[in-house]
């Protein structure tokens, strides 16, 4: 037996018994006659004593050789410490060691393995064994791993069925470019790597499963913008004979269950908005509402005089922010700079100090009067105290600046509280949305997602008007998952790939297999798919995802501690008929 016991289990009531444990070394502290040796397992950490007055001298000088990350063994008796530790769950004893056994030496670690370290995100990546061996890395591991647990027992109980799909497939759409893999035994021909198994669960569907889902593994070939993973893991589900409104009830279902059992947190059905409210009032399609700071538009109310900055926008809009009237002039021209920078890239920005006296003061004082500014705070909902923040220009780009401006303006208030939870449906996205680059259409979702019956004679007239029966959950920001009722017939389908500029030959071509599919009998259909990552990362109160990824890539989509990607030989190449021009 290498263990009678964890390092996270002993306590007071054990005094008295000979145990077994065994572990690495957290750190050692040598008082020439006694050494104690804090041992680490994934279960905690038990304190060693080598005493030379109550064992031997021999066993003092053989803990002397022990170094940091050293696995050893220990054979002794629990004793009630001198000194006890509160901190600890196994703070009031410690071992009194008789046998030592060194299981495998190990090299001075390249950074501490400490609840705080010394290692920055590279170096840790690069051993990321070590990283693991950290509480926050183990802890998120253990956190993820319970929450697909959890998910799955969920799921299961809801009567879904957990079935794998392939990874060595053909492209499917999603909006990213494929990873391909070179087939060997089919020269100059290449699988893609699944970027979801979107095809593949609906025809799961057509397949008569009426109830599925998988935890699975998915691979975009994306540019990597902060905190995005060429590979990451989504809860993929899918349902027959659905409406959309059966989807979000069962998922709503499984995201407060998981709140519930994961966090304690119990919440109110999730508010509904439209995707259309959500850019008119947040600028965004995934809203935090943990805080308020709503949009109040004000081109009616500010177009009316001779500040031409406004006349000439097509979107003059405002937010309230609480308490902002606090602010020295320095913190508002820091704010001004902020929303200038690049990667915000707003021209300027109007404020308006709401006074305690109910007075106003601005910053287009020469163009407005009391009254107009009157007119804004109540349109922004600001109050006596408050700052408000007002932004101008192409609608689009304004709603995407002033929404980052809520977002940091909220995160500086402290109003982003990783242990309150938020969650939302947004509903009615639009079906199409328009490429400038390639001068098409492309799918918002996917090019099997179901435009509203309702809107279903737009398609001809008006196709950017067209809505779909898409949605997504949104949590505290984020959009966590995302799915749609899908289309069935083949005649619809036929026609959504025309709209996106398919020919039917190569509909037939890459989807040809879908199309048959439902000439047999395919039901109505529909799902969603979560990131787990994410997910996983918000649920622990966190935002960054990659701390919940055993092993993830860098910004450049590499593996530093495998060093992958890599090249191969040539012998490899010659067997896929692959030539390199580099
Ligand atoms: N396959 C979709 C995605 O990855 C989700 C879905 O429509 O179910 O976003």
Redesign the pocket.
């Known amino acids: 037996m290498y263990r009678t016991h964890s390092n996270g289990e002993l306590r007071i009531e054990n005094v008295g018994q000979e145990v077994i444990l065994a572990g690495w070394v957290q750190k050692t502290r040598d008082k020439g006659f006694m050494i104690w040796v804090d041992l680490r397992d994934r279960y905690g950490i038990t304190q060693l004593i080598f005493d030379a007055d109550r064992t031997s001298k021999k066993m003092v000088e053989e803990a002397k050789t022990l170094g940091r990350e050293f696995v050893i063994q220990v054979k002794g008796e629990v004793i009630e410490r001198v000194s006890k530790n509160k901190n600890i769950p196994t703070g009031e004893i410690e071992i009194l060691v008789k046998e030592l056994t060194i299981l495998n030496k190990s090299l001075v670690p390249p950074f501490t393995i400490e609840d705080e370290t010394d290692g920055g995100d590279e170096l840790r990546m690069k051993y990321r064994y070590l990283d693991i061996r950290r509480n926050p890395v183990k802890n998120n591991l253990i956190f993820r791993s319970k929450v697909a647990i959890e998910t799955r027992k969920y799921l299961s109980d809801q009567g879904f069925i957990e079935v794998e799909t392939p990874v060595l497939i053909k492209s499917t759409p ?1 909006g990213a470019r494929d990873f391909v893999v070179p087939s060997r035994m089919n020269e100059g021909q290449f699988y893609a790597l699944p970027q ?1 198994p ?1 095809t593949f669960k609906q025809l799961l569907m057509v397949g008569g499963l009426d109830k599925y889902f998988q935890i699975v593994k ?1 691979f975009r070939d994306e540019d990597l913008r902060a905190d995005r993973q060429p590979e990451f893991t ?1 809860i ?1 589900c899918e349902m027959a004979f659905v409406e959309q409104e059966d989807i979000l009830n069962t998922f709503e279902g499984l995201t407060r269950y998981l709140l519930k059992e994961i966090n304690g947190v119990e919440v109110e059905k999730f508010p509904r908005i439209t995707y259309e409210y959500a850019m008119k009032t947040y600028g965004n399609d995934k809203p935090d509402i943990r805080f308020d700071m709503k949009f109040g538009e004000l081109n009616d109310i500010t177009q009316h005089k001779d500040f031409s900055v406004f006349n000439n926008a097509e979107l003059v809009v405002g937010i309230a922010v609480p308490g902002g009237n606090a602010y020295t002039r320095k913190e508002i021209d820091n704010l001004i700079e902020w929303i200038k920078r690049p990667q915000v890239g707003a021209l300027g920005m109007v404020y308006v100090r709401c006074n305690d006296d109910g007075t106003y003061k601005s910053s287009v004082d020469k163009f407005y009067t009391e009254d107009d500014l009157a007119k804004w705070a109540e349109k922004t909902g600001a109050k006596a105290g408050d700052l408000i923040c007002i932004l101008s220009g192409n609608t689009d780009k304004v709603r995407t600046q002033l929404s980052a401006l809520r977002m940091e303006l909220a995160t500086r208030l402290g109003l982003r509280k990783p242990n309150e939870f938020a969650p939302l449906w947004v509903l009615d996205f639009p079906l199409l949305e328009w490429d400038e680059e390639t001068n098409r259409y492309h799918a918002m ?2 090019p099997f997602t179901s435009p509203k019956p309702e809107d279903m004679h737009l398609l001809d007239t008006d196709p950017g008007k067209v809505r779909a029966n898409a949605y997504d959950m949104v949590l505290n920001g984020n959009e966590i998952g ?3 009722i899908r289309i069935h017939d083949k005649k619809t389908q036929a026609r959504m790939f025309d709209l996106l500029g398919f020919t039917p030959e190569q509909a037939k071509e890459q989807f040809g297999f879908l199309m048959n599919a439902f000439e047999y009998g395919a039901p109505p259909h529909g ?3 979560f990131g787990l990552d994410r997910l996983v990362a918000i649920l622990g109160g966190q935002e960054t995802i990659r701390d919940f990824i055993a092993f993830p890539k860098n910004n450049s989509g590499r593996d530093v501690m495998i060093d992958a990607p890599s090249k191969i030989d040539d012998a490899q190449l010659k067997e896929l008929c692959l030539k390199l021009d580099l």
């Open positions: 999603e979801s979107q998915c989504q993929d979702h996917h995302g799915g749609s799902g969603l798919a």
